[in-house]
């Protein structure tokens, strides 16, 4: 008989919405024991699953499960990386994009039985700057709100909007310098993101045909837009024609260089930071090893659902933007009358 696997699970109990305290019961249940010797630890403070993952992967531990969001598998699976350990993934979230790229269920005991399957591959992950990121990366106004949210005291959806429209107004396009092996070329981009999974979370799909098998990145420029461009644009989405969208400029890579007029927040994973003027992307091609679903493998997704799902994410981000700007003009008008009186 084989031996059995072992696995830690890392339970970030800040992340998401809803309570663990009922996660080592329900593993207890539904994990295989025949399979898999086990162990749960709980975080105890921003940073520790790095610490516990990289401690498992020092003790030749086989599998390190992520139990939160995007901010924990990145802080686990950045200490796995190049190792011999893989990467699971019981997603409690707040916008759960990597799992739901890599169709893992956000059902946890459903999750568990995925678990129990144990298929690993080997997926890409990206670099910003030194930083590991699995989903995206980016930088302009999804940084802007990342770096807003990750301020915010409460965590959900809501107070995500909630810090676009409040701060939103703060925020201008910028012009960037973007340089990959065909040479370099000038934007003035409202937001520029990386994408080695498809989605930021939420099914907000930002590149629907990212996959984490190709050795490549999914970059997307988007140009500064108007309410006006945006029928234009969902037009171009549902007839898979996004590619010729004039607002909208994708390519994939496996490294770009991106130079921008000052320094300002990027973002790895929705995690902000500020970094200078010179920032370099790039593909670690199969860098680590990761548990997926193979009865619901990330190719077998529907480019129509996806484009959908892209179509209203960014038809969101327009009415927010309108928003903005009907706000500002208020403001403009209010101001104008009290010098005036
Ligand atoms: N014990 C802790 N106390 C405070 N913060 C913690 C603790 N453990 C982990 N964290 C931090 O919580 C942050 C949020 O977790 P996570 O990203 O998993 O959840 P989320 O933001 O709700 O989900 P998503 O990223 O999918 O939207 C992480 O960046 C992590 O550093």
Do not use: W
Not at 63 to 74: L, Q, R, S, Y
Not at 77 to 99: D, F, K, Q, Y
């Amino acid at each position: 008989m084989t031996s059995k696997k072992s696995i830690v699970f890392i339970v970030n109990p800040h992340s998401g919405t809803n309570n663990k305290q009922s996660m080592p019961e329900l593993i207890e249940a539904a994990l295989d024991k025949e399979k898999f010797d086990y162990r749960v630890e709980k975080t105890l403070y921003a940073g520790h699953a790095s610490e516990i993952a990289k401690a498992s992967v020092d003790e030749g531990v086989d599998i390190v499960i992520a139990v939160g969001g995007d901010g924990t598998i990145n802080e686990v699976a950045r200490s796995l990386v190049h190792s011999e350990t893989a990467l699971g993934i019981i997603p409690c979230g707040s916008g759960n994009g990597l799992a739901r790229h890599l169709c893992i269920p956000l059902d946890a005991k459903k999750a568990i039985a995925i678990i129990n399957k144990c298929n690993i591959e080997a997926l890409d992950y990206g670099v910003i700057n030194d930083f590991p990121f699995f989903c995206t990366c980016g930088m302009g106004f999804d940084a802007f709100i990342s770096q807003k949210f990750s301020t915010s005291s409460k965590r959900g959806p809501i107070t995500y909007i909630e810090n676009v429209l409040k701060e939103g107004l703060r925020y201008k396009p910028e012009t960037y310098e973007v340089t990959d092996e065909t040479g370099a070329t000038r934007y003035k981009a409202f937001l520029i993101a990386c994408a080695n999974a498809s989605q930021y979370g939420n099914n907000a799909y930002i590149a629907p045909k990212a996959t984490m098998k190709d050795g490549l990145m999914d970059v997307i420029i988007m140009e500064p837009f108007t309410a006006f461009d945006a029928p234009q644009i969902s037009i171009d989405m549902f007839n898979k024609r996004l590619d010729h969208n004039s607002k909208i400029k994708t390519f994939k890579a496996k490294r770009i260089h991106i130079k921008r007029s000052h320094s300002g927040a990027i973002h790895y994973d929705g995690d902000p930071i500020v970094t200078g003027c010179e920032i370099d992307v790039h593909i670690e091609e199969k860098g680590i090893k990761v548990i997926t679903n193979i009865d619901d493998p990330e190719d077998n997704r529907q480019p129509n659902i996806m484009l959908n799902a892209f179509s209203s994410f960014f038809s969101n981000v327009n009415n927010m933007r309108v928003d903005i700007e009907k706000q500002a003009h208020k403001i403009f008008v209010q101001a104008k009358k009290i010098t005036e009186n």
